[in-house]
């Protein structure tokens, strides 16, 4: 797929997720949408767990974290 289509596709299922409403309908889920959802979510996901990561290990220079929960219901981006 396009990276313009990915895009326009992670963008459009982000918006959809995140808007206030109390009306839920259903997200039909192809490739290219599910493609470009992960595409959109995997780099700010990564980018805050590393900061935080990395302002804990500024904090406690032994931090040497050896398990990990990634409690939520996105694509377990956290853990890659």
Same mark, same amino acid.
């Given at each position: 797929?396009?990276?313009?289509?990915?895009?326009?596709?992670?963008?459009?299922?982000?918006?959809?997720?995140?808007?206030?409403?109390?009306? !839920?309908?259903?997200?039909?889920?192809?490739?290219?949408?599910?493609?470009?959802?992960?595409?959109?979510? =995997?780099?700010?996901? *990564? $980018?805050? !767990?590393?900061?935080?990561?990395?302002?804990?290990?500024?904090?406690?220079?032994?931090?040497?974290?050896? =398990?990990?929960?990634? *409690? $939520?219901?996105?694509?377990?981006?956290?853990?890659?």
């Amino acid at each position: 797929y396009p990276p313009k289509s990915l895009i326009a596709a992670g963008n459009l299922i982000s918006e959809y997720i995140f808007r206030d409403t109390t009306v !839920t309908l259903p997200i039909k889920y192809g490739r290219r949408v599910s493609i470009g959802y992960a595409a959109s979510r =995997t780099q700010p996901v *990564y $980018g805050s !767990t590393y900061r935080v990561l990395h302002e804990l290990s500024n904090i406690d220079k032994g931090f040497k974290p050896e =398990t990990m929960l990634d *409690y $939520g219901s996105g694509l377990g981006t956290a853990v890659w």
